[in-house]
């Protein structure tokens, strides 16, 4: 039995060769110099915990009063290898229908997707701003939009800031009308980024376990 689970440790260290962590995605700042953070608005129903969870937003709570958010900030890619990319559907407080989408086609939308709902897509790889956006009713037809590739994450009324909870781990936060409330927890969506297996990695890993599996046979028949 130590010999196999040596031999699995073997296998293993085999098939994780060239998954070391790096940064995959990272924020930028738009225009002019970098905005600094500003302070999380006081009345962020997220922020407060309101609704959390079993509300209007899942738990666990990831920000809080205490922290602050970028503006004037997207998020790009920062690897010029392919990587996985994760969105998960955190809630929404506004009463408007908002939808979160990725290279132009709707993910999530407040009226219809459930709290936790993910999106997954490999990324190609490249320095470059992440293709996402949000849009809202909040204006009346057409629905006004902001998108994480312009010059800017604020447009025609419509802002998001940008969490920053760890490498390659972000909360986006939308604001679908900022000129009645400011407080950007219209609609909240979380972005990870990870590593993506490699085909010949993962065939060595698999004719790893395999010879052990047989080596182990031959061990028992003799």
């Known amino acids: 039995m130590k010999k196999l689970t040596q031999g699995l440790a073997l296998a293993a260290a ?3 060769t060239g998954f070391a962590q790096a940064a995959y995605i990272d924020v930028v700042a738009n225009t002019g110099p970098a905005e600094a953070p500003v302070a999380v608005s006081a009345d962020n129903d997220y922020a407060n915990g309101n609704g959390i969870p079993n509300g209007d937003f899942i738990g666990p709570q990831h920000y809080s009063l205490a922290d602050t958010v970028l503006l004037s900030h997207s998020l790009e890619s920062v690897s010029s290898d392919p990587f996985k990319l994760t969105f998960t559907y955190l809630g929404k407080e506004a009463g408007y229908t908002g939808s979160f989408l990725y290279e132009g086609s709707e993910v999530f939308n407040t009226g219809t997707s459930a709290l936790g709902d993910t999106f997954s897509v490999v990324y190609g790889g490249g320095l470059a ?39 390659d781990w972000f909360i986006l936060s939308l604001d679908d009308n900022n000129q009645v409330d400011d407080n950007h927890d219209d609609m909240l969506v979380m972005v990870k980024a990870a590593a993506v297996p490699e085909p010949g990695t993962l065939a060595l890993l698999g004719l790893g376990l395999a010879g052990i599996a047989v080596r182990m046979r031959g061990r028992k028949k003799a």
Do not use: H, Q, R
């Open 129 to 167: 701003k992440l293709d996402f956006g949000f849009s809202s009713d909040a204006w009346g037809n057409p629905a006004g939009s902001v998108s994480n590739m312009g010059t800017g994450n604020v447009a025609n009324g419509y802002n998001f800031s940008i969490f920053d909870a760890g490498e």
């Open 14 to 16: 085999m098939g994780v």
